[in-house]
């Protein structure tokens, strides 16, 4: 089978985030930046996938040549090969999928697989909006039942399983009351949660043989996908700083102030 | 800025990458708890083998990686900074000094024997040089080696040794000719259980604590023929003496890894500390002492790097490596108590990890060579 997973290129969250003064954006000089962590479980999943079925995982990132370093991730950490959308410029979600959706259509895979969201502005979007413009099945948060200590991790044992023709996918969605299971049709769209697996790392051999793994261009206009963006961001701004907590001396003074100061219960 | 500082590749700092994440989620969050139980988990030793760790440089016949040195230096510098000089040695030795002669000297059969497994990690190496008497003069080493038939029968003891007590083989200098001074050094690989050698207590140290350092005991050890390495006698001092460059940058290189963490550590706690009504590094005293800071560790760095740069290419940059290990060393142990100073009394508390850096930087000057011997070596090459 063949599988489609993304790889956005984000601040790393342990670097500090400072809003600029003009609230255009964030101050970029000293970042770090890595690969969405969501989407780093993507692929692994993906690998576990192709292991298991055969075939092959497709990363595919939307950016300036630096995302090159996250595709390299990607491909040291075992997907094949890799499509890279050379754009700079402002992109909204919408975008995003458009140029997603093409790709797909190009490379026809079974399975696309994102993040639920990119950890840089949590949008948990361009999975639907792909799904949507595909007219494909989709299957969001994936999850699993098996804890992350479980042999089944350990032996890295795929979360998403397949029918038995490989023409369905069963996905355990995460929702607010507990865990959810889908079965979907192929092709389909698969979006990742936390809980999914604990990505591998990119090994020493992984990232000698990345070296020589293709990465293919492409441009916005060579897909024609008109990406001007819908949604503008008119102003960034840090959160108010948390102010101190308080020490209460017992619970029933807790309760009171939950109660009519914060009025929360 | 100059990627990898001309030195290091893409591949090299991709490397990088998944040996700290490796160090953020396997190592540091127990580096405490390991250093306070004074040791750390055997298994190490074999996630460290599946990780390809312990054979970078050694060939894939053996298991290895043959990757390069550059690697093996990315490892150490980011073990440098995995909180712990214990667990840092502990592996270190192995992929450094316990392993590196086997690989450079050592006969097939041999490689077979010892550094395969230790590069799976499923067999725990030591290298065994210092004794009670000394460990500075090499060529004055008491322990001797008689041969007997197809074996030889060892007599001596040996202190200090990382990993001595969990060893499954220690690489021994022995004297096969007593009389004869260096020339008379040999290596024999000496297997855990061989009748009359035993170890002794674990030693309680200022630092390093989570690592095994051990006494080992000889009497009458009646040692294989077969494994004396390489099948030479007389050849010990070349043999060791053909690591120790290694030995030294790789001393080097996790002093830069453990000053990069003290730096990153005391940057958190001036902005997190408040006196006089201001948060430290609001004092341009302290802005000052720790852009000093960073300037000394920037220069340790280069003339590490020079030192490395020459190495891997190929020359016996035996003075530049004797310089960049005391330097490097040397400078790790100014930058950790500058460090402890800055945390005021906090810096003088167990549960603050600047101590450990500070007791466990002491070592550099110390082990693999003092920083006298690197003076009697860079004096020699001087012509002195
Ligand atoms: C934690 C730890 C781990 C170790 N691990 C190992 C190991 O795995 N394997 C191993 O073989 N050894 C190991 N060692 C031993 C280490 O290599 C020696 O301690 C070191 O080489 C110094 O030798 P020594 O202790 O005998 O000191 P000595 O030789 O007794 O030196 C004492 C002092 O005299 C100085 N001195 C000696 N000779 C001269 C001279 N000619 N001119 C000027 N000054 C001189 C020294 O610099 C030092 O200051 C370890 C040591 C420690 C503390
Ligand atoms: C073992 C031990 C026993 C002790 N016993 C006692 C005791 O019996 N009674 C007691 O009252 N205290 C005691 N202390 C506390 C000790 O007096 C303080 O730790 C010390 O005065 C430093 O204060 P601090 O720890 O708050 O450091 P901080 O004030 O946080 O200082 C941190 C760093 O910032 C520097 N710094 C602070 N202000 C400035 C400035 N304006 N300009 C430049 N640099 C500055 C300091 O020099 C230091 O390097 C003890 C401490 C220890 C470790």
């Known amino acids: 089978m063949k599988i489609l997973v993304t790889a956005k290129r984000v601040e790393d969250p342990e670097s500090k985030i400072k809003v600029k003064p003009d609230g255009s954006g964030i101050v970029q000089e000293g970042l770090k930046y890595k690969i969405n962590p969501f989407d780093e479980i993507g692929v692994e999943e993906g690998l576990r996938l192709v292991a298991k079925h055969g075939g092959e995982v497709v990363v595919v990132s939307i950016g300036g040549k630096e995302v090159q ?9 075992g997907a094949t090969r890799a499509v890279w959308v050379n754009h700079t410029g402002p992109l909204d979600q919408m975008g995003v999928a458009g140029l997603l959706q093409k790709v797909a259509e190009k490379e026809k895979p079974d399975l696309v697989i994102l993040g639920k969201q990119a950890i840089d502005d949590d949008q948990n979007q361009v999975g639907q909006y792909l799904a949507e413009f595909l007219g494909w099945g989709q299957a969001t948060f994936a999850s699993k039942v098996e804890s992350l200590e479980s042999e089944q991790e350990k032996n890295k044992v795929p979360a998403l ?13 995460e929702v607010d009351n507990g865990l959810a299971t889908l079965e979907c049709a192929l092709p ?16 020493l051999p992984g990232i000698m043989k990345a070296k020589s793994k293709p990465i293919e261009e492409l441009t916005p206009a060579k897909l024609s996908v008109d990406v001007t963006p819908k949604v503008q961001v008119l102003k960034m701004a840090s959160p108010p700083p948390r102010k101190a907590g308080i020490k209460v001396p017992d619970v029933a003074t807790l309760v009171d102030k939950l109660r009519n100061e914060a009025k929360v219960v | 800025m100059l990627q990898g500082y001309g030195l290091y590749l893409e591949e090299h700092e991709a490397f990088r990458r998944t040996v700290r994440a490796v160090v953020e989620k396997e190592l540091k969050p127990f ?17 460290f083998g599946e990780l390809g760790f312990l054979g970078l440089k050694y060939p894939e016949v053996h298991g290895g990686s043959n990757a390069g040195e550059l690697y093996e230096a990315v490892l150490l510098e980011e073990m440098g900074r995995c909180g712990s000089g214990g667990v840092a040695a502990g592996l270190g030795a192995q992929h450094t000094i316990a392993t590196g002669p086997l690989h450079k000297f050592g006969t097939e059969e041999q490689k077979q024997r010892f550094l395969a497994p230790a590069i799976r ?7 065994g040089i210092t004794e009670p008497n000394g460990g500075s003069d090499v060529a004055g080493l008491r322990t001797t080696a008689r041969r007997d038939g197809d074996h030889y029968v060892v007599n001596g003891s040996k202190t200090y040794i990382t990993n001595g007590v969990r060893a499954d083989f220690v690489v021994l200098a022995v004297k096969t000719n007593p009389d004869a001074g260096h020339k008379g050094l040999s290596l024999l690989v000496v297997e855990k259980g061989t009748p009359g050698f ?30 004396l390495l390489g099948g030479l006698e007389g050849q010990g001092f070349y043999q060791i003496m053909g690591n120790f460059q290694w030995e030294r940058l790789s001393l080097a290189l996790g002093a830069l890894g453990a000053m990069a963490e003290m730096l990153e550590v005391v940057m958190a706690h001036v902005k997190d500390r408040r006196a006089f009504g201001h948060a430290l590094h609001e004092f341009q005293v302290v802005r000052h002492r720790i852009a000093e ?3 000394d560790f920037e220069a340790a760095r280069q003339l590490t790097y020079h030192a490395l740069r020459l190495h891997v290419g190929g020359e016996y940059a035996i003075a530049q490596t004797s310089m960049a290990k005391k330097v490097a060393t040397e400078t790790a142990c100014r930058v950790a108590d500058a460090c402890l100073q800055l945390h005021g009394g906090a810096g003088y508390m167990m549960e603050y990890d600047i101590q450990r850096h500070w007791r466990d930087a002491r070592l550099g000057p110390i082990g693999g060579g003092t920083s006298e011997i690197m003076n009697e070596i860079i004096a020699k090459q001087l012509g002195l």
């Open chain 1, 69 to 77: 370093e996250q595709l390299r991730h990607a491909l040291a950490m």
């Open chain 1, 161 to 173: 399983q397949m029918g038995a023709d490989n023409k369905s996918v069963r996905v355990v969605r």
């Open chain 1, 188 to 203: 389909a769209v698969v979006t990742t949660d936390l809980r999914l697996n604990l990505p591998r790392y990119a090994s």
């Open chain 2, 31 to 47: 580096a405490s708890q390991w250093e306070e139980q004074e040791e750390f988990p055997r298994e190490l030793f074999t996630r």
């Open chain 2, 121 to 127: 990690g499923e067999k725990i190496g030591a290298l």
């Open chain 2, 198 to 227: 035993s170890v002794g207590r674990k030693l309680k140290k200022l630092g390093w604590r989570a690592s095994d350092t051990g006494e080992l005991f000889f009497e009458d050890c009646r040692v294989p023929a077969a494994n």
């Open chain 2, 293 to 295: 800071l960073a300037t």
